[in-house]
């Protein structure tokens, strides 16, 4: 059986789509559903209620802690995380799941597709030893094994890339991570605020995992690169803005003739 747990901050109405989707299209695949949820202050509570599913709240939030509440709250063998704002699209995507688990005892965990680098390295058979990053777990559209999570869980103290860190641990343990044909939908629009926060999180977490540093001449070329782009960008619309409203004065003094 299949327990899915979504986590989830302030996104009710990414949530409430979420929710409808699992209810109504895979409720025979699903033995439980868990919304992990970040001190929401918006209606993420009762949304959750109104769709039957549970309601977990978490304080002092970590990726790797939140991911590990949500591994402790499942009673089922396989667990399946998603983020909030995203949700699964193929009719068959935990048919697939637990039949892949089922076939093969040593699973630890597989990834879903949801974008062009998860096919490429589906189709082009690579697997996550070779790129742990692109072929490893992804926390928003990915199953893990409990059983296996019992005796290796989610380390708390990384910035982020959690799934990542535990992709190339369980590696190393002899266990295996595959691809998996399930499609899912991923989308979200983050606040400035949201991807400085997340910027900052990918910076330490890069510097952990893949061991990436950065040097002062690299912050410096970045900053410059920033504001290059920025000012091609704004010349680029500029251009296009007066483009458009020649267009238009010239369309209101010369339109066509109506069919």
Not at 5 to 19: D, E, H
Not at 102 to 125: M, P, Q, S, V, W
Not at 190 to 215: E, M, P
Request: glycine fraction near 4%.
């Amino acid at each position: 059986m299949i327990s899915v747990v979504i986590r989830n901050k302030n996104q009710s109405g990414a949530l409430t789509f979420l929710l409808k989707n699992l209810t109504e299209r895979y409720w025979y695949d699903i033995a439980e559903i868990i919304v992990v949820d970040n001190l929401s202050t918006d209606s993420s509570k009762e949304v959750t209620e109104q769709f039957g599913a549970r309601f977990v709240s978490i304080k002092n939030f970590s990726f790797g802690k939140s991911a590990n509440v949500c591994a402790r709250e499942a009673r089922f063998p396989v667990v399946v995380i998603f983020s909030a704002h995203s949700y699964p699209v193929s009719h068959d995507f935990f048919k697939l799941i637990q039949t892949k688990f089922e076939n093969n005892l040593n699973l630890a965990g597989l990834r879903c597709l949801h974008n062009t680098n998860d096919y490429k390295n589906f189709i082009n058979k690579i697997p996550a030893v070779i790129d742990p990053n692109k072929s490893g777990l992804i926390f928003s559209g990915s199953a893990f094994s409990k059983a296996i999570w019992e005796k290796h869980p989610f380390r708390e103290d990384v910035a982020t890339f959690e799934d990542k860190e535990w992709t190339t641990r369980i590696l190393k343990e002899g266990y295996e991570i595959d691809f998996v044909e399930a499609i899912f939908s991923y989308e979200i629009k983050r606040s400035r605020r949201q991807l400085f926060f997340r910027f900052k999180n990918d910076i330490v977490g890069n510097y952990q995992l893949w061991h990436q540093d950065i040097s002062l001449l690299h912050a410096i070329k970045g900053l410059s690169l920033g504001v290059f782009y920025l000012i091609k960008s704004f010349i680029l619309d500029l251009r296009y803005m007066i483009l458009r409203f020649l267009y238009l004065v010239k369309f209101i003094y010369n339109k066509p003739d109506k069919f």
